[in-house]
């Protein structure tokens, strides 16, 4: 998500050194935290940099980050749920160890840390159970957030038809609420899903 910096920088340790207001865990601890490599966590750290420069960011940058990409439509209330799902604690804000964790896990986690981090987006209000009012919620601001972009072009009622069309696929005892280990279970019976969860692997 956050690009490589414009201005050159040195090779060295850059976690290592002091950022205004904040100074993130050592290169060493986030390697053995997280599945990514010494040179990869510096390559994302340079990005994280450039975006956030105190090391943290709060939900209107992290929204102002996500119009970037996604100009076509309006990402405010995704970027919403997705900031929140990444927030540990109440500062409202992210630190770099937070997004490098979720990330990780996102990207070159199990199947299972993927459910888990996908459940925990469409479960709004953290009960354990998706109710089809929070599926549409975000799948309304997947829709939103894309725009023209998507294939074929997005009527008010697609976002409804669309999970009408899957709810009852996935609440497998019919009672109205979905849950983590349902989820997993749809996921596992069709193969798409599943190699769609193997390319969320972040290539750098």
Same mark, same amino acid.
């Given at each position: ?13 850059? #976690?290592?050194?002091?950022? $205004? ?7 060493? =601890?986030? &390697? ?19 975006? !956030?420069?105190? @090391? ?15 100009? /076509?439509g ?6 919403h749920?997705?900031?929140? &799902?990444?927030?540990?604690?109440? +500062?409202?804000?992210? %630190?770099f160890?937070?997004?490098? @964790?979720?990330? +990780?896990?996102? +990207?070159r ?6 459910? /888990? ?10 009960? @354990?159970?998706?109710? =089809? ?7 309304? %601001?997947?829709? *939103? ?5 998507t *294939?074929? /072009?997005?009527?008010?009622? %697609?976002? =409804?038809?669309h999970?009408?069309?899957i709810?009852? /696929? ?14 997993? *279970?749809? !996921? ?7 190699? +769609? #969860?193997?390319?969320?692997? $972040?290539?750098?």
């Open positions: 998500m956050f690009g490589a910096k414009n201005k050159k920088e040195d090779d060295g340790d850059d #976690l290592n050194l002091h950022v $205004t207001r904040y100074r993130p865990e050592e290169l060493d =601890k986030l &390697t053995k935290t997280t599945k990514f490599s010494r040179k990869e966590i510096q390559l994302i750290y340079r990005g994280f940099k450039q975006e !956030c420069p105190t @090391g943290l960011v709060d939900e209107d940058a992290f929204k102002d980050i996500f119009a970037q990409f996604f100009p /076509q309006d990402a405010t209330q995704y970027a749920y997705v900031f929140n &799902t990444i927030k540990q604690n109440s +500062s409202g804000q992210i %630190s160890e937070e997004f490098l @964790g979720i990330l +990780s896990k996102v +990207s986690g199990t199947m299972q840390d993927k459910m /888990q981090w996908i459940f925990g987006l469409y479960d709004l209000n953290g009960d @354990g159970h998706i109710t =089809k009012t929070e599926m549409l919620d975000v799948v309304t %601001s997947i829709y *939103e957030m894309l725009g023209r972009n *294939e074929p /072009q997005v009527e008010e009622h %697609s976002a =409804k038809e999970v009408e069309r709810f009852h /696929q996935i609440d497998l005892n019919q009672d109205g609420v979905v849950t983590i280990d349902e989820l997993v *279970e749809w !996921c596992r019976r069709d193969d798409r899903i599943l190699q +769609s #969860l193997d390319m969320l692997d $972040t290539v750098l």
